[in-house]
């Protein structure tokens, strides 16, 4: 009973870390079929075969080696496995299967060192063939000390790693991982075929400084990947948004020309109209005053940046048949600074714009309210839009840009998450009942702080 249990449980502690490790970084998009019952097989299966592993050795004599062969056929299994049900870039793959493989020989030489050094507590013949109780536990000892920093320091930071990084932009990252873990390897088997086991404290703390050292490499070369990553796409944002701003401010300083030189116009053709000119002039003068005095009107909030933009996308809407309703109460300024405010809002509606261009003019329809809410600015935007499957429940605007024709489209909701985040706030979006909404809560500094 003991034979089978130590044995039982060695194979499976052994395996199954290492079996399941290897599927962990991977997002269900990246797989055959969902993650979780892929990882529940997985276990299942190793259990399976730990169940069997002592029974194949009573039955066969300890000399042929079964053990071993029990162990690499397990290991061909779970990599044909991996290579079949992972759906990745190959570097990637590789990448993970030489962290697992760092961890799986890491294990087996520390106790396989231990057991030289202490041949006395593995009585039941070869280490590679079978395992005593002590190494059973000597296993179970390392995986309880090993498994927690390979599990925070390895296998989380790369699959934030695998869910951010593009294929051509892991090279660096993929070479030196590779590189370290072969020279970690290597060195392990340059002391083993040295056999300087007579120097045992020595070796077991440079095998432990080896080990710590790569799990830190790891951990530092995944990291630091994905700063920059953030920050190169933060830079990105900035570099959009100020692009915007520019775009947005020329536009509504075209509006308020335009406005001006209506204006012009307006009085000029006043004058013909007293002095008895033709019906034609009264009737341009009654459709262009209506307009001029719709544009005058737009002054709801108090600041100028909202209202100016508020102006531009109205009058844009009223030129394309959408019906609007705009309601504002910000009681005086914002408080953010101008450019955020103008590509936050301007990102928005034009979004929104875009999207109701697409329908016939009797389905076009804009809802804009902002409000004060205490130190809370909130704003919350709807269009209809077409028929698409609904989104359900609210969500960062990740989950829509798979779904947008334009690319602008994607950039402008990440624009105003963005400044949402720059302003200790929110930004989430819901598209349900052919109607997209944004909804967006802003914190800004109040007077006085930065």
Not at 128 to 139: H, I, K, R, T, V
Not at 154 to 172: L, S
Request: aromatic content about 8%; hydrophobic content about 45%; glycine content about 6%.
């Amino acid at each position: 009973m003991i034979f089978y249990l130590s044995n039982c449980l060695g194979f499976f502690i052994q395996l199954a870390p290492c079996a399941l490790m290897i599927f962990l970084p991977f997002p269900d998009e990246d797989m055959r079929f969902p993650r979780k019952r892929i990882l529940t097989v997985t276990a299942a299966l190793t259990g399976v075969l730990s169940a069997l592993f002592p029974l194949v050795l009573l039955r066969t004599p300890a000399s042929t080696g079964i053990g071993n062969l029990i162990m690499l056929l397990a290991v061909i299994l779970v990599l044909a496995a991996f290579v079949r049900l992972v759906q990745e870039n190959l570097m990637m793959k590789i990448m993970v299967f030489f962290a697992v493989l760092f961890y799986a020989i890491t294990q087996y030489w520390l106790v396989n060192s231990t057991r030289v050094f202490l041949p006395e507590l593995f009585s039941s013949g070869s280490m590679s063939s079978s395992y005593s109780p002590a190494s059973m536990l000597l296993y179970a000892g390392m995986a309880a000390v090993s498994l927690p920093p390979m599990l925070l320091c390895v296998i989380r930071p790369m699959g934030e790693f695998i869910r951010e990084m593009e294929p051509e932009e892991i090279r660096r990252e993929f070479w030196i991982a590779v590189t370290t873990t072969v020279i970690l390897v290597a060195t392990m088997m340059a002391v083993s075929v040295a056999n300087v086991y007579r120097y045992y404290v020595h070796i077991m703390l440079l095998e432990l400084l080896l080990i710590l050292e790569q799990i830190l490499i790891y951990w530092l070369l995944f990291q630091e990947s994905l700063r920059r990553k953030r920050d190169g796409e933060r830079q990105r944002v900035l570099e959009v948004q100020q692009i915007q701003y520019e775009k947005i401010s020329r536009e509504m300083e075209n509006a308020r020309q335009l406005r001006h030189d209506l204006r012009h116009h307006l009085n000029v053709l006043g004058a013909l109209n007293a002095q008895g000119k033709q019906d034609e002039i009264s009737e341009y003068l009654k459709q262009y005053g209506a307009v001029y005095d719709q544009l005058r009107q737009v002054n709801l909030s108090g600041d100028p940046v909202v209202d100016g933009i508020l102006e531009y996308y109205l009058t844009r809407a009223r030129d394309e048949s959408i019906v609007t309703e705009c309601e504002v109460d910000l009681h005086g300024t914002s408080g953010l600074k101008a450019m955020d405010m103008t590509v936050l809002l301007g990102n928005c509606l034009e979004n929104a714009l875009q999207a109701l261009q697409k329908l016939p003019p009797e389905q076009r329809k804009l809802s804009i309210n902002l409000r004060a809410a205490k130190a809370m600015i909130l704003i919350r935007i709807q269009n209809s839009c077409a028929e698409t499957d609904d989104s359900g429940n609210p969500t960062g605007w990740a989950a829509f840009a798979g779904h947008k024709e334009s690319g602008y489209a994607s950039i402008g909701l990440s624009s105003a998450d963005a400044i949402a985040q720059k302003y200790n706030g929110s930004a989430l979006f819901q598209r349900k009942d052919n109607t997209f909404t944004t909804r967006i809560i802003l914190n800004p500094p109040r007077q006085g702080q930065e």
